[in-house]
């Protein structure tokens, strides 16, 4: 039976180039359309590009320009860096689209009949320059803990520390200098902490295979103790001046933009199906039998696991079939880094002349259907390519193309009953189960073993030879025949990864496109192929080094000069703080062990935990760490975690930090986190089970 399937990756946001670590995404969503596609499925892969918010208002004003001039520019260098790695979108949309703003529309006065929307007064800093209210990322001033300069507004990047921004000394506007004052506004909240969205997220989140099961794990986490569920309400609104979309009936208040960006996916689906007169309702209706399927990131799994599914539910839409997120990208063992040259652009990769397929194939080759990180090692990625691609599979063609033009016009003999041939064959279900289940990486292996099998056949049967012997042209003929329809059918399975390599095999084979299906076939004795040429270079260690360094060159040139840095630079935005991403830093300094031992970590057990009165970040926790009197714990978890979650916990706390003194007490420690540098996803440290409050963790 055909499958109708809806296919979307995370929107790229229009304040920034593509860079290698956002086309591990678009280049997994690729290839798993791809197969669909080869399979006979009725598949439609959409895109947008995520323009609204602060930092595109501000980006635009700062360059003299229209917010619609700048999306429009950005949109076009977007497009050309996914078509230049073979990512083929069937349409690619904007969120600042008359489809989107309708979608919203709809979407929210939907919530509010369902009385899932509500008002509230929220205090803010306000500036008072720039006449805005500024999101935490973009007040900056001295770390209140270690006393650093232009630190941001929630946390501080040299110490480590999470505070409140009323805690900062001397603050100020990253956007204009000035020292913020505190407002207060009417805001919107999509109430998450409804009875009904909690049930319907417990359900959702839990079953049918939707989630992965680290996945739906962590929505346990999120969610709580059934009836304890302590969601936030979700605020949807933002104060002009802003660049969105105007909330009906609510003049100077815009959809924020995480509301409106995965709504994105629909708009950009809608106006594909205009063009091509398809009905939106087969696949936006609640009971709809088409699979819609979200490829994103492990670090907005958050809004698309709970904010996006309860928002189709609660305005009569259907859910999706399947979320799958994967892991961050890390480049030789470490976070991309400017510093280094590895915070490597799409435009920078293909401007140095290397080939995108290598990198499609690296990525291919390390993928799983998990949420664990890839690593780009550029050695490994040289000796992998070099070896795959260029040694064992492209070298079975040039190995024996060439004697079939010389000696047989092309040509090829009847092989149809070759064994080599029909193992290869009864490949085909393994390789399409793990492309179906996105487990790439075992499809690559399985694909390199059968390369493997004609790579000895060739060695066994020497071509070259026989080419020297007086007699042997059947045997010959045959021999290059078998190697040339081995190649064929190893150049089905690999299509999905290499759409542009294979098109040249395709013209090779004089065929229009290879299908999954003519896995069942044979070309036939009588066909002719066409004369043999190059398909691929090796990748030279040189060339890894002229990217990292035009990377290097590129963002030192860029780079803010002594004189520039200051009150006026906007390293962060409000996009960035609200919708993760990961981490990109300076690698740190190595430390000794001798530095590494002074840090006392001893496992503590969470005894008691309650809400901070007057603060929206802190958790307070009475933490056991087996001495004779708990230590009282502050802790910035209040938006991830509730008291219920955290009650019960074994957590890892540095014991030896000196006390801190705060205004709702003292803290005598710290509990680790694990967190993309940003307090969107934020995960407590914890240990296996027999660890007991105590002990020393080393």
């Given at each position: 039976m055909t499958r109708r399937i809806l296919v979307t990756s995370a929107l790229p946001y229009a304040n920034g180039s593509i860079h290698l670590g956002h086309l591990l995404e678009y280049i997994q969503t690729d290839i798993w359309v791809a197969f669909q596609k080869m399979q006979g499925n009725e598949v439609y892969y959409v895109c947008a590009d995520d323009t609204h918010g602060t930092p595109v208002m501000l980006r635009a004003e700062k360059e003299g320009i229209t917010p619609e001039a700048l999306?429009?520019?950005?949109?076009?260098?977007?497009?050309?860096?996914?078509?230049?790695?073979?990512?083929?979108?069937?349409?690619?949309?904007?969120?600042?689209?008359?489809?989107?703003?309708?979608?919203?529309?709809?979407?929210?006065?939907?919530l509010r009949s369902n009385e899932l929307i509500e008002k509230r007064e929220v205090e803010q800093f306000y500036d008072p320059v720039k006449a805005m209210f500024l999101p935490d990322r973009f007040i900056k001033g001295e770390c209140p803990k270690c006393g650093a300069k232009d630190q941001y507004g929630d946390s501080c990047e040299a110490c480590g520390a999470t505070y409140q921004p009323t805690e900062l000394k001397n603050a100020y506007s990253s956007v204009s200098g000035a020292a913020p004052i505190r407002k207060s506004s009417e805001h919107y909240?999509?109430?998450?902490?409804?009875?009904?969205?909690?049930?319907?997220?417990?359900?959702?989140?839990?079953?049918?295979?939707?989630?992965?099961?680290?996945?739906?794990?962590?929505?346990?986490e999120w969610l709580?103790?059934?009836?304890?569920?302590?969601l936030a309400d979700w605020d949807i609104s933002r104060d002009a001046?802003?660049?969105?979309?105007?909330?009906?009936?609510?003049?100077?208040?815009?959809?924020?933009?995480?509301?409106?960006?995965?709504?994105?996916?629909?708009?950009?689906?809608?106006?594909?199906?205009?063009?091509?007169?398809?009905?939106?309702?087969?696949?936006?209706?609640?009971?709809?039998?088409?699979?819609?399927?979200?490829?994103?990131?492990?670090?907005i799994l958050y809004f698309h696991a709970l904010f996006w599914p309860a928002m189709l539910k609660f305005s009569g839409m259907r859910t999706p079939t399947r979320i799958n997120a994967h892991g961050f990208l890390t480049v030789d063992g470490a976070k991309m880094s400017k510093s280094r040259g590895t915070f490597i652009t799409a435009d920078s990769y293909l401007q140095q002349g290397m080939n995108p397929e290598w990198l499609r194939y690296y990525f291919a080759a390390k993928l799983n259907s998990t949420m664990e990180d890839l690593d780009l090692n550029f050695q490994d990625f040289t000796a992998r390519v070099n070896s795959d691609l260029v040694g064992k599979f492209v070298n079975i063609a040039s190995r024996s193309a060439g004697f079939l033009s010389k000696r047989f016009d092309g040509v090829l003999a009847d092989v149809t009953q070759n064994p080599l041939l029909q193992t290869i064959k009864t490949g085909a279900p393994a390789i399409a189960g793990f492309y179906e289940q996105r487990e790439f990486g075992k499809a690559i292996r399985e694909i390199m073993a059968l390369t493997d099998q004609v790579n000895a056949y060739v060695d066994q049967n020497k071509p070259w030879e026989l080419a020297r012997q007086t007699g042997q042209d059947t045997q010959l003929q045959e021999v290059c025949t078998v190697c040339l329809e081995a190649f064929r059918l190893l150049s089905i399975y690999l299509k999905p990864v290499l759409p542009a390599l294979v098109a040249k095999v395709e013209a090779l084979f004089n065929i229009t496109s290879l299908n999954w299906s003519d896995l069942g076939r044979s070309l036939g004795a009588g066909h002719r192929v066409s004369p043999f040429t190059h398909l691929m270079q090796r990748v030279e260690a040189s060339q890894i080094a002229a990217l990292?360094?035009?990377?290097?060159?590129?963002?030192?040139?860029?780079?803010p000069t002594e004189k520039t840095q200051g009150k006026n630079t906007q390293k962060s935005s409000e996009k960035?703080?609200?919708?993760?991403?990961?981490?990109?830093?300076?690698?740190?300094?190595?430390?000794?062990?001798?530095e590494f031992a002074k840090v006392d970590l001893r496992m503590g057990k969470v005894l008691e935990c309650k809400r901070v009165e007057g603060s929206t970040k802190l958790l307070q926790l009475s933490v056991d760490l087996g001495e004779a009197e708990p230590r009282n714990i502050f802790s910035g978890i209040s938006a991830h975690y509730s008291p219920e979650q955290m009650t019960g916990?074994?957590?890892?706390?540095?014991?030896?930090?000196?006390?801190?003194?705060?205004?709702?007490?003292?803290?005598?420690?710290?509990?680790?986190?694990?967190?993309?540098?940003?307090?969107?996803?934020?995960?407590v440290l914890t240990a296996d089970s027999g660890a007991l409050p105590g002990m020393k963790v080393s």
């Open positions: 999306i429009a520019r950005v949109s076009e260098e977007h497009q050309r860096d996914f078509s230049g790695f073979s990512v083929r979108f069937d349409h690619y949309h904007s969120t600042n689209a008359p489809e989107n703003k309708t979608l919203c529309e709809n979407i929210y006065r939907s909240f999509f109430k998450l902490s409804d009875a009904r969205c909690e049930a319907f997220l417990r359900q959702w989140t839990q079953g049918e295979d939707r989630l992965q099961p680290e996945a739906a794990n962590k929505m346990k709580g103790e059934e009836g304890s569920a302590k001046p802003y660049f969105g979309f105007e909330i009906p009936d609510a003049p100077g208040k815009y959809f924020y933009v995480w509301l409106d960006a995965p709504v994105g996916y629909l708009a950009s689906f809608t106006a594909l199906a205009q063009g091509l007169k398809l009905n939106t309702d087969d696949f936006f209706k609640a009971d709809s039998p088409c699979e819609m399927v979200h490829f994103i990131g492990k670090d990292i360094q035009a990377n290097t060159d590129t963002l030192l040139a860029a780079a960035k703080a609200e919708k993760p991403k990961p981490a990109e830093q300076a690698a740190p300094a190595h430390i000794g062990i001798e916990k074994m957590v890892i706390v540095v014991a030896n930090l000196a006390p801190r003194k705060m205004k709702f007490g003292i803290s005598q420690g710290m509990v680790l986190c694990a967190s993309p540098n940003d307090d969107t996803s934020l995960f």
